[in-house]
């Protein structure tokens, strides 16, 4: 704990799916949930959530839909912590793909706009999760609001996700297809590799075959990788995740890898089966916990 | 000795004589050969100049335009070495003929940068060298010739021991027996001198298949011309009275396939011709024109007609339709289904080609110089394309062709999908060399009676084809598929894609895809209507 009395809290949402112990593990740490819609039922986003959403997902006759927090939701969370004379910032879903950004913001003009501060990560999943931690590790550390700004930054712009759906369909439908778009019309199958460029979907490259994909994601580690946080990600693809992270430790000389799951929102507009792989450059440790000047 | 212009000629003319005589017992190269020669032909019927020169001019581009497949752009080019020995000359002596003959031999056998041996380079270049001391000796032309004919027979008889596929199957080299025929016919048409008739008699040539014969004869008459007269409208010749035989004579020799349907107030007038502005002149003899259609019958025309209408192919317009990009992608499409998807994968223009035949110089010219970019790569799909393919990227000015070889469709989609259009140039052609690991089958008909690689063919059987090997024969197009891909498959592929062609009925279809995926659960098999023609089925292994 540092000297300062006031204390930053992290705001995340649902799609960085934090388990239980991380956010056990970091009081400072709240997170907001998206919603899922079915014709019939509406299900929070949130890993406990996962089976009872795949199982909807393949019964369900239409497609599924999904919507940000409310700006309520926001608020219920901002208020008491700010009430308690504490800062905020919030670390959320790209605008791009989302529009919770818009939702939180509505949320601090209400609450307290000069306590917080929303950044948009221009990410999702594994890596805004990455940068969430590093930011709570900052606060828990009592860094200043300033300091864990320029930390998210500098985590979020060095960090890179891929991902390959097993069909373009979900993305699509879902309206968050992106530069993918192009890819549509090809009447032969093809394994997309898709990441994330200034928040919004891109395509990395095209290739025929499942194992290309994952060859041409081990293309992207970095040779010095002793300085990234690396790990495999997928959304009920475990065989597929496993295959891959097998590829990824070879080419790591052995390092062992995790293996992260996304959650009900994703799975609305990835769809099922898919894969991907996050690379996140660690921050300094200067930048997390080594000391701090409250001014 | 002195030759005239006029008797050269007839030498070229002579050429006609191999309509009927091509002895060549691979349907595919015979087409190739003879429609290297067709446009030739066609275009010296309406020359009537004597100017050596420009004959062998006239000779020299059109027969490059018309070239098709290996053995037709070989042929194409030794005329051309001709047309360069007897430029600017008005008449040429032996001396000078034989020049020409040399540069022709040497053309030929510089057209290919890898040269085979026991094909029709070999018989070439023995040609050339037995008939060297002829020429220093300074002989007569036809004397040249004949000595040129008994060395390349010589040539011929042994290719089937310097290629052991000829051996095994028992023929002499396609190609080679082209070139023979080709001197042998000119030799004839010396010593016969005057112009040889032409007598399409399409049903008395050697034994092609029926799809080949077929083209032929449609292509030596472009057009079918249907006219609908009404002869009570008057016209120089009154109605009522039967036509008179002059003018019915005047139909006979503008075409072949006339029917003439007549009563007292309508005439019909059915002909397959090379000048429909002529039979349309002469029914105007006879009364108002009611109805009038005229149809390009070539196959090739056909399906660039229906591309037409799918909106898909611009029209030669002098300005592009489309914004200039840097570069574009042509392609050989054996189908229509195949080119659709070519297409979706970025390719700019496919050319379509004909039920065995391939592609001439002139069709892939014309696709480059339409698509709207600079650069060009060219996806010649076919070992027999990849001349013509060269030929079409030397003649295309003012644009860079590049040529990825790839021979078959397999390795044409591996390569466009590799394809990233917002990649520069030199990276693509470094991602594009993939299209080499990409595995090709596909089940095509024996023309006839063969013993191939161990196997004992009948005409009609279907041959399934894979790794430039006969893997499969048999009487069912099912079966014989399975029996193909059991031996193509390996624990590593992963995708399938299958082009139908016209052939392949939906049970087939159904039936070979269903035993996919229960033999290989690990494969991804689509089934694509590709719409070609001589092959039921074609394999993309990735």
Not at chain 1, 25 to 35: A, D, G, K, R, Y
Not at chain 1, 51 to 57: A, H, I, K, M, Y
Not at chain 2, 42 to 71: D, P, W, Y
Not at chain 2, 342 to 354: E, I, N, Y
Request: with cysteine.
């Amino acid at each position: 704990m540092g000297l300062g009395m006031v204390d930053v809290h992290i705001v995340t949402d649902s799609t960085a799916y934090l388990p239980e112990e991380v956010l056990r593990e970091f009081p400072h740490l709240h997170v907001v949930s998206l919603t899922v819609h079915f014709p019939h039922l509406v299900m929070e986003d949130g890993l406990e959530n996962l089976d009872s959403f795949l199982r909807e997902l393949k019964a369900s006759p239409r497609p599924a839909t999904t919507s940000q927090p409310p700006p309520q939701r926001f608020a219920e969370v901002f208020r008491p912590l700010v009430e308690e004379g504490h800062e905020i910032v919030a670390i959320l879903i790209s605008s791009v793909l989302s529009g919770t950004c818009t939702s939180a913001q509505a949320a601090a003009d209400a609450v307290g706009p000069e306590r917080i501060e929303i950044i948009d990560s221009r990410l999702t999943t594994a890596p805004m999760a990455f940068a969430a931690i590093q930011a709570a590790r900052a606060a828990q550390a009592g860094k200043s609001r300033r300091e864990i700004v320029d930390l998210v930054h500098w985590v979020c712009q060095r960090s890179r996700l891929f991902f390959v759906p097993d069909t373009l369909e979900y993305l699509h439908k879902g309206g968050r297809i992106g530069g993918a778009q192009a890819l549509l019309g090809s009447l032969l199958q093809i394994k997309p590799i898709l990441y994330l460029v200034d928040g919004r979907v891109e395509v990395l490259d095209k290739v025929r075959t499942r194992s290309r994909a994952m060859q041409r994601l081990v293309e992207e580690l970095p040779g010095d990788h002793q300085g990234y946080e690396i790990a495999v990600l997928h959304l009920d693809g475990l065989d597929n995740a496993l295959t891959l992270k097998g590829l990824v430790q070879e080419r790591l000389g052995g390092r062992e890898v995790p293996v992260i799951v996304a959650g009900p929102v994703l799975g609305t507009h990835v769809g099922p089966g898919a894969f991907g792989l996050m690379i996140c450059q660690r921050p300094p440790e200067a930048m997390v916990s080594g000391g701090s000047n409250i001014a | 000795m002195v030759f005239s212009a006029y008797s050269c000629l007839e030498q070229q003319r002579e050429a006609i004589n191999q309509l009927n005589v091509f002895p060549v017992p691979d349907g595919d190269t015979g087409t190739n050969l003879v429609l290297t020669l067709e446009g030739v032909i066609q275009r010296l019927k309406t020359v009537s100049s004597r100017s050596l020169s420009q004959v062998a001019e006239i000779v020299a581009r059109e027969s490059l335009l018309g070239a098709r497949g290996n053995s037709g752009v070989i042929l194409s080019e030794m005329l051309r070495g001709w047309a360069r020995g007897l430029a600017g000359k008005e008449w040429a002596n032996t001396r000078e003929l034989a020049r020409a003959f040399r540069y022709g031999i040497v053309y030929a056998y510089r057209a290919v940068t890898k040269p085979v041996e026991g094909t029709i380079l070999s018989v070439a270049r023995e040609i050339a060298r037995g008939t060297k001391e002829a020429i220093r000796r300074g002989i007569d032309f036809p004397s040249l010739l004949e000595t040129a004919i008994q060395v390349g027979e010589g040539a011929l008889a042994r290719t089937p021991e310097q290629l052991p596929i000829l051996k095994r199957a028992g023929v002499v080299d396609a190609g080679a027996k082209g070139l023979l025929t080709f001197l042998q016919g000119c030799r004839e048409g010396l010593k016969n001198g005057g112009i040889m008739a032409i007598a399409p008699k399409p049903e008395k040539q050697m034994a092609p298949t029926p799809a080949w014969s077929e083209a032929d004869t449609r292509l030596r008459y472009k057009y079918c011309t249907e006219v609908l007269v009404d002869r009570q409208s008057g016209g120089s010749r009154r109605s009522g009275r039967s036509l008179p035989k002059d003018w019915r004579k005047q139909l006979e020799k503008a075409g072949d396939s006339l029917v003439l349907i007549e009563d007292k107030d309508l005439l019909k007038i059915h002909i397959h011709t090379n000048h429909p502005g002529r039979i349309l002149e002469a029914a105007l003899q006879c009364g108002d024109l009611l109805q009038v259609k005229v149809d390009h019958m070539g196959r090739q025309h056909q399906q660039l007609l229906q591309q037409w209408e799918e909106g898909r192919l611009a029209p030669a317009a002098p300005e592009p339709m489309h914004p200039e990009k840097a570069t574009a992608l042509v392609a050989v499409a054996p189908g229509p289904g195949i080119a659709k998807v070519f297409r979706s994968l970025g390719v700019d223009a496919t050319v379509p080609v004909g039920a065995f035949a391939n592609v001439g110089v002139g069709e892939l010219l014309q696709a480059i110089k339409e698509v709207a970019a600079k650069e060009v790569v060219v996806f010649p799909n076919d070992a027999n394309n990849l001349l013509a393919a060269r030929e079409a990227a030397q003649l295309a000015q003012g644009k860079e062709v590049k040529i990825i070889p790839t021979v078959n469709v397999a390795q044409c989609l591996s390569a466009l999908v590799a394809y990233a259009p917002d990649q520069p140039a030199s990276e693509n052609w470094a991602r594009m060399q993939v299209y080499q690991n990409a595995t090709y089958g596909e089940i095509t008909r024996a023309a006839k009676d063969a013993n191939l690689g161990g196997w004992q063919i009948c005409k009609g059987d279907f041959l399934g084809l894979g790794s430039e090997k006969i893997l499969a024969v048999g009487r069912e197009l099912a079966i014989t598929a399975q029996e193909l891909l059991k031996r193509l498959i390996l624990p590593q592929h992963e995708t399938l894609t299958i082009f139908c062609g016209q052939e392949a009925g939906e049970s087939d279809r159904a039936w070979l895809a269903d035993w996919v995926h229960k033999a290989f659960p690990q494969i991804e098999v689509e089934l694509i209507d590709g719409g070609q023609q001589a092959y039921p089925f074609l394999f993309c292994l990735e």
